[in-house]
């Protein structure tokens, strides 16, 4: 049953990384404030080169350490009176303070930086990484032409978001895309991981009509790629969805492709990746932004294996009861 006020019986923040950032964003000494999971953050970079993200109110008065705050160290100094924490968010020092420094801080979380992202744990128990973020471009960066990146605010929940990738039926219907009978498709869930690999046909610079393996790999509830090679053609298509409060969701895409010795080829790929992804992109919002969630859908075989990308998706809700959905 949905909770009163909102379109989903769901926790709006599963478990689990979600993107916080771009690396580029945040030099030495930066700081940020920041709004995700229904709560101020503050994201910033220690002397040390190391990005951190703590809770942002200051446990003295309450002022927020990412309006105005400043870096000391690997820590940050609160604009209000002063009181430094150091890069773990254990206050270290009080200004003309006599005597011991109070045992507070403020909660840390996790931040991994990735191919020129950063990346932040979310638990709602706390409960350190089940998981890593994995690296996405094989080869090294410098074989791939720099994210380029796309973002939307839609007003949709993370797990809505990712069942788009199963549900075989919305294709036709809303992208205009027909999947032909006996295609290849597979589906696997495994542990923090689902992995969907289906045939698709692309037209490149080089050939039309082109049937091709595409993969794409969901790691938790907030980080999906979907990458395909054909020839000497390889893109990724890094998609990040991060919970900022109920039913509001931060989109973000990111475009990547192998260089090909011809530099007009290869931006034409990314051209044409870019614009069939961020097309098809916004044909979905307004069907996430004005739908409400079925617990118990109406499936037929035509659909896809959505119920079970629900099973797969419990284990993102340590609050939840698995008994309230399919």
Request: charged letters at 25%.
């Amino acid at each position: 049953m949905t909770r009163p006020g909102h379109r989903y019986p769901l926790p709006s923040a599963p478990d689990g990384w979600y993107r916080v950032g771009a690396s580029s964003a945040l030099p030495p000494g930066g700081v940020q404030p920041l709004r995700y999971f229904g709560r101020e953050l503050v994201l910033f970079r220690g002397e040390d080169g190391t990005p951190r993200l703590f809770d942002a109110h200051c446990p003295h008065l309450g002022a927020h350490l990412g309006w105005g705050g400043r870096v000391r160290g690997a820590g940050i100094r609160c604009p209000f009176h002063g009181w430094c924490y150091d890069g773990d968010g254990r206050c270290i020092e009080v200004p003309r303070l006599r005597g011991p420094v109070p045992k507070v801080g403020v909660r840390s979380h996790p931040v991994r930086e990735v191919h020129d992202m950063l990346f932040a744990w979310h638990h709602t128990a706390g409960e350190p990484p089940g998981w890593e973020v994995a690296p996405y471009r094989e080869g090294g960066c410098e074989h791939w032409t720099p994210w380029t990146h796309e973002g939307f605010t839609v007003r949709t929940h993370v797990q809505d978001m990712g069942e788009n990738i199963l549900d075989q039926g919305h294709f036709l219907a809303v992208h205009d895309v027909d999947l032909p009978e006996g295609r290849a498709f597979e589906a696997r869930f495994e542990g923090p991981y689902m992995i969907v690999e289906q045939a698709l046909t692309m037209t490149t610079p080089a050939s039309r009509g082109t049937e091709i393996l595409a993969r794409t790999v969901n790691s938790g509830p907030g980080v999906s790629v979907t990458s395909y090679a054909v020839g000497e053609v390889e893109t990724i298509t890094l998609v990040t969805q991060t919970p900022v409060e109920e039913d509001l969701v931060e989109l973000g895409i990111a475009f990547s492709v192998r260089r090909l010795a011809d530099q007009r080829a290869t931006a034409e790929v990314e051209r044409m990746n870019r614009e069939i992804v961020v097309g098809q992109l916004r044909q979905d919002i307004p069907i996430w932004e004005h739908r409400i969630y079925r617990e118990r859908p109406i499936l037929t075989g035509a659909d896809g294996p959505i119920r079970e990308y629900r099973r797969w998706f419990r284990q993102f809700y340590s609050e939840w009861s698995n008994e309230r959905t399919e």
